[in-house]
C-alpha cells in the first residue's frame, strides 16, 4: 500500500491561523476531487478538531504548535493533527450529550459524522497528542496518482 504525503505543515496555535488551515484543507481535498458539500464538511471537522487543541489542550495558549499532515493512500486520506500540549485523554472522544442542543461534545459528533475514523493515536516517541482523522476517497480518486 503506498502513502502519498499531500501536506506537512504547521501553524501557532492562534486562532486567526484557523483560516489558513481551512484553505489547505480545502484545496488538498479540491485535488482529491472530494464533492463541494463533502469538502465544506471535512473542512469544518478540521477546523473544530483545531479550535479544540487551541481551547482545550492548549488552554488557549497562543505559543502552541499545530502541525497537520495529510496523506492518502489507495481507499482514505489520512489528516493527523499533532501537537505539543499535555496528554488528552481518549475520553474526549466520546459524546457528551445526546442532546446537540446542549453544549458539549457537539464538535465531536461532527467529526465522528463527517469522518470515517476518529481516534487518538498515542505514541512513546511523540511528546503530545495526535488525534487522526480518516476519510474514505471518493471513487475516481482511489488509485490515481495527483
Known amino acids: 500500500m503506498k502513502n502519498d504525503n499531500l ?6 496555535s492562534c486562532p486567526h491561523e ?4 481551512r484553505q489547505n484543507v480545502k484545496a488538498v481535498c479540491t485535488r482529491l476531487r472530494f464533492t463541494e458539500k463533502d469538502t465544506n464538511e471535512i473542512v469544518l471537522a478540521i477546523d473544530e478538531a483545531c479550535t479544540n487543541i487551541i481551547r482545550y489542550a492548549y ?21 493527523r493533527l499533532h501537537d505539543h500540549a499535555k496528554h ?16 458539549g461534545g457537539l464538535g465531536v459528533m461532527l467529526m465522528q459524522q463527517v469522518m470515517n475514523s476518529v481516534k ?7 511528546k503530545g497528542n495526535i ?5 474514505d476517497l471518493p471513487q475516481e480518486s482511489q488509485g490515481n496518482e495527483l
Open 120 to 126: 487518538f493515536v498515542h505514541t512513546s516517541q511523540c
Open 7 to 12: 501536506l506537512v505543515k504547521s501553524w501557532t
Open 88 to 103: 488528552v485523554s481518549k475520553d474526549c472522544l466520546e459524546q457528551k450529550n445526546n442532546d446537540p442542543l446542549k453544549p
Open 59 to 79: 488552554k488557549d495558549c497562543r505559543d502552541g504548535n499545530i502541525r497537520l499532515e495529510i496523506v492518502k493512500n489507495n481507499q482514505q486520506v489520512i489528516f
Open 131 to 135: 488525534l487522526e482523522l480518516k476519510k
Open 18 to 21: 484557523l483560516a489558513d488551515i
